[in-house]
Each structure stands twice: as C-alpha cells, then as structure tokens.
C-alpha cells in the first residue's frame, strides 16, 4: 500500500511552554484536520496558565533558516502567523511570504496574551500594518487588537462592524472580527467580510476563562483552507471547532484557564 500525502500548513508563530496556546496549539489543531502541519518558531515563551514570565526571540537568521526548510521541502497549502514579537520579525516574515507565494495567509495579530502580558513590541505596530496585513488572506483580531490597530475603541455592535470594514480597508482579503471580547450578552458574535460577503457567526458564550483559543481558530482555519474549504465556509468550520474543543475542555494547571479539547473538537459536533 502507498501511504496517502496530506497537504500541509506551516505555523509560523511562538513557542507555548504551557501546550495550550501558539505553535503547540496549532499543531494540535493541523493533526486534528489530518493536515501535516509544519512549524517556524518565531519566538519562545516561558508560559504556563497563569501567564507569560519571559519571552526570547531566536535570531532572524535562524527563522529565516526554518521557513526556507519548510518552503523547500513540503507542498505548503496555508501558512498561519501567529506572535511575531518586533519589526523585524514581521519584516523577515513578509519577504518569505512575498517570495514564496503561498496560497493562503491566515493572520492572527498576536499582541496581548489573555494573561495581559504585551506580546508585541510598540514599534512593529505599523510593520504589522503596512507589511503583513495586505499579504494577509484572513485577518483575525480579536476586539482589543483590532483597537490596537484601529487606533479607536470598539463598543458596540455598530462599533465592530465598522471596524470590519475599516480593518478590510488595510489590505486583507478578508476579515474575521472576533467577538469573545465584546459584550454582547449571552452570545459571541464572529464578524467575517471580504468586502462581497458579510456573515455573522454566533455562538453561546461559556462561563469559562480559556487558553489559545485565537491560536486554535486561525489554525483550525487555515486546515480548512487547506482542505478546499471556501473562505466563509472555513470560518465558519473553525468557529465550531472551537466551541466543541471548549465545551469538552480540561484544566491542565493549577490556575481555573481552560484548555481547549483537541480530540473532542474534532469529533462532529
């Protein structure tokens, strides 16, 4: 018998000691869509559910030295970014990307862990603004970064989706506003536009205080993506498979932060 080739995703990202969030959640999440993921580490953070107490980043010519590995190497159907900690960072990342041309781009703009520690360096705001956003298929804040990146404060339901239209605005393909941040009641509402197509995806909000679950979506998207999913319809696909992965989550540490189910998510809801 011939063993199958499954495409591949490659995560380019930081390093969650703790297992529940960045390239570990990511990889858990490509292996349950049965993508082989592949990983660039960008950043190595000493982290548990408590919080993050350290981050290093490795030099730019050992980054520059993974991404080119996985580029030579595998059929790379989606790549997804994750914590990219300066401007230097983000400037490599987008010259691989403009050179490698993948299909899909799916960013999450990692800049405040839900711990509240600062993830992003105050300078590489506008290199996340002006070098990777356009080369970005997906863009996929949550409230509080896209404020960051709006430069204004989001409210409102009318507030997110204005903010939709204007984070379109700053190049993207398309635009999944996350809604766990906003205060909606007893919903959490996903906002996606592509500038066509406007789409809510709604879900009952849990009374849990949860771990990756950014990481775990935008990954979960660029599986779907890579399994030929349509944009909307792989947003939509990933938005479920976070809320089965919490419904079924568990507590890893000591602290009450829940970890997303890997293995229950992937089961059909």
Do not use: W
Not at 72 to 77: E, G, K, L, S
Not at 196 to 219: K, M, Q, W
């Amino acid at each position: 018998m011939t063993p199958s080739s499954p495409v591949s995703a490659l995560t380019i990202a930081g390093s969650d000691s703790g297992g529940g969030a960045g390239i570990q959640a990511d990889l858990k999440a490509f292996a349950a869509h049965r993508v082989h993921g592949l990983s660039a580490i960008a950043a190595l953070t000493a982290q548990n559910t408590r919080g993050v107490t350290a981050v290093h980043v490795p030099p730019l010519d050992f980054l520059q030295a993974q991404i080119d590995a996985c580029f030579a190497d595998f059929d790379i159907h989606a790549v997804k970014l994750g914590m990219l900690a300066n401007a230097e960072v983000i400037a490599l990342v987008a010259d691989a990307l403009e050179k490698h041309r993948p299909p899909h781009v799916v960013l999450d703009p990692v800049m405040v862990a839900t711990s509240g520690a600062r993830l992003l360096e105050a300078s590489a705001l506008e290199a996340m603004r002006t070098r990777l956003i356009p080369l970005a298929t997906l863009l996929t804040p949550n409230t509080p970064e896209a404020e960051l990146l709006l430069g204004r404060r989001i409210l409102t339901a009318e507030d997110a989706e204005d903010a939709a239209d204007a984070l379109l605005e700053l190049g993207a393909g398309a635009v999944l506003l996350k809604g766990g941040h906003l205060d909606e009641g007893s919903r959490v509402i996903d906002r996606y536009f592509d500038g066509v197509t406007r789409e809510e995806f709604i879900h009952t909000r849990l009374p849990v205080d949860a771990h990756g679950t950014g990481c775990t979506l935008a990954s979960a998207i660029a599986a779907q993506l890579c399994q030929g999913l349509s944009l909307p319809n792989a947003c939509e696909a990933a938005i479920d498979y976070v809320a089965r992965g919490l419904q079924s989550g568990y507590y890893p540490g000591r602290s009450e932060v829940l970890v997303i189910d890997h293995f229950g998510a992937a089961r059909p809801a």
